[in-house]
């Protein structure tokens, strides 16, 4: 199962954040061995699997993984152990930086979902996207030879942004093309302060 697999992958982070909390509270703990700490560690990890499988077997809805670990068992651990401490996903923790800066590097452009598929909402006046050609309306297949199907707004914008200088390859489909159209776009530097809503 495609998300069993996930909590897999995700467990190490958990495994991380425990031992680590464990480094700054272990020292007013005598008599615990650093081996039956890792048992218990691994122990807790099963459990929190086990009822992860229940809760997703049992939901109307399916569930994501990164949202059960960010959101909730690593934030939760923090509050109960150390309530001092925050915890930011890495993509929470990327928007934040931005918001510091007040740019971003990226392509300048608004995209939404609709109809299941990723479209340009807005190409920002002199935007590198602007520069390449592309235009509002146009439907987002490929970023990078990758396709968008099945992809969140956010999963393509991650895409679509990168390192001032480097090229998005955007594929789109528009009205009026039988064809795909492929636009090379290079990355620059974009101000948040213009930008009011969502931005990549």
Do not use: C, W
Request: net charge neutral; hydrophobic share 40%; no cysteine.
């Amino acid at each position: 199962m495609k998300s069993t697999r996930r909590l897999l992958f995700l467990a190490p982070l958990i495994i991380v954040a425990s031992a680590f909390l464990g480094g700054l509270y272990a020292p007013g703990l005598a008599g615990v061995s650093a081996a039956s700490s890792e048992d218990d560690i691994r122990a807790s990890l099963r459990t929190f699997t086990t009822v992860y499988n229940q809760v997703e077997q049992n939901s109307a809805e399916p569930l994501d993984p990164d949202k059960a670990i960010y959101s909730g068992a690593v934030p939760g651990m923090l509050r109960t152990l150390d309530p001092h401490s925050s915890f930011f996903d890495p993509r929470y923790f990327q928007l934040m930086r931005e918001e510091q800066r007040g740019h971003y590097y990226g392509v300048g452009m608004k995209v939404g979902a609709r109809n299941n598929k990723i479209l340009v909402m807005e190409i920002f006046a002199g935007a590198p996207s602007y520069k390449a050609g592309l235009r509002p309306g146009d439907v987002i297949v490929t970023v990078n030879d990758k396709q968008t199907e099945g992809m969140s707004t956010a999963d393509v914008a991650d895409l679509l942004k990168g390192p001032r200088g480097t090229v998005a390859k955007v594929g789109v489909v528009r009205q009026g093309h039988d064809e795909p159209l492929v636009f090379d776009v290079m990355r620059d530097e974009i101000s948040r302060k213009s930008v009011p809503d969502a931005f990549f």
